[in-house]
């Protein structure tokens, strides 16, 4: 225990939340891993929307569609792995065997 009055200095960084590219990143590794199959379903979502963008009239709606896509993709990302997880945890409540977990997990 510190004497009264003293204080410790902590040198500590907060951390910083990850750059969107760095969530969409692990969170594609992630559902990559546990559904392989969805990952291509969602590049198509992209897919769709990038096309619209590179078809865009001016620059700013290109970099808005850029921005509409990427958009999309990460909300699909989400879904999907809170579709896993809700798979996960409904088969771990009924006492079945969740057919998406690794043996270690």
């Given at each position: 225990m510190l004497p009264?009055?003293?204080?410790?200095?902590?040198?500590?960084?907060?951390?910083?939340?990850p750059d969107r590219s760095e969530r969409i990143d692990r969170k594609s590794q992630q559902l990559?891993?546990?559904?392989?199959?969805?990952e291509v379903e969602l590049?198509?979502?992209?897919?769709k929307h990038?096309?619209?963008?590179?078809?865009a009239g001016s620059p700013t709606?290109?970099?808005?569609?850029?921005?509409?896509?990427t958009e999309a993709y990460e909300a699909a990302l989400d879904e999907g792995l809170y579709e896993m997880?809700?798979?996960?945890?409904?088969?771990?409540?009924?006492?079945?065997?969740?057919?998406t977990s690794s043996p270690d997990s």
């Open positions: 009264r009055g003293e204080s410790i200095e902590c040198d500590a960084q907060p951390l910083e939340p990559k891993r546990l559904d392989p199959g969805r590049e198509g979502a992209f897919t990038l096309a619209d963008a590179i078809r709606e290109r970099q808005q569609g850029i921005e509409k896509a997880l809700n798979k996960r945890f409904a088969a771990e409540a009924s006492g079945a065997s969740d057919p």
